[in-house]
């Protein structure tokens, strides 16, 4: 005698074709040597223990739940999708034209910054911020010391810090530019 599994393997094999058609009106052509697929791995799993009495029926039984199961995965990953494209939709338009010009602002006054450091300190903080290296391999790599790659970039981080300081002294002193959450993008 064969076994759950044995058996629903044969009758899937021989009720493919209608199997196929089956799926296909509920998940489309497109998808359905996919979900075809998905059943398949399922008959293989099934125990022996209880036996199926109407095989027949429990195969397209489980076609039909399996072919569900994909629409609903399908319609999930479309959700997900649109949450996502939403999402960075409105994080783009969410941003004001005052934001964009403060950071563009504060992006030309950082490489001003780097352009005007020491040529030594220049490179050592391009190492360490653009190539990502560790300071022992900056030391290694220029021939220095640990203690003055972190000298080099303490100048270079100081120089940033003050261009942010400055930047926020005006805000504060000015009041503009007149911050509020929404501005901020933290509000809805």
Known sequence: MLTNSAALSLLMLSERPSLLRRVGRLVGADSAEDVAQKIWLKVQAIRDDPPIIDKTAYLHRLAHNVAFDHIKGEQRQR???????ALLHDGVDG???ERIALAR???????SMIASLPDRTREI????RLEGLPQREI????????????????RAFDAVAAIFIERTLKILDRGWP?????????ER
Do not use: N, Y
């Not at 903080?125 to 360490?128: H, I, N, V």
């Not at 030391?139 to 303490?154: D, F, I, W």
């Open 139 to 154: 030391a290694a790599r220029l021939g220095v010391s640990r203690p003055t790659v972190e000298k080099h970039l303490c």
């Open 105 to 111: 602002d504060d992006l030309m006054r950082v490489q």
């Open 125 to 128: 903080f391009l190492l360490s």
């Open 178 to 186: 007149r911050t509020s959450p929404a501005s901020l993008g933290l």
């Open 79 to 85: 959700d997900i999708q649109a949450e996502a494209a």
């Open 95 to 97: 941003i004001s034209g």
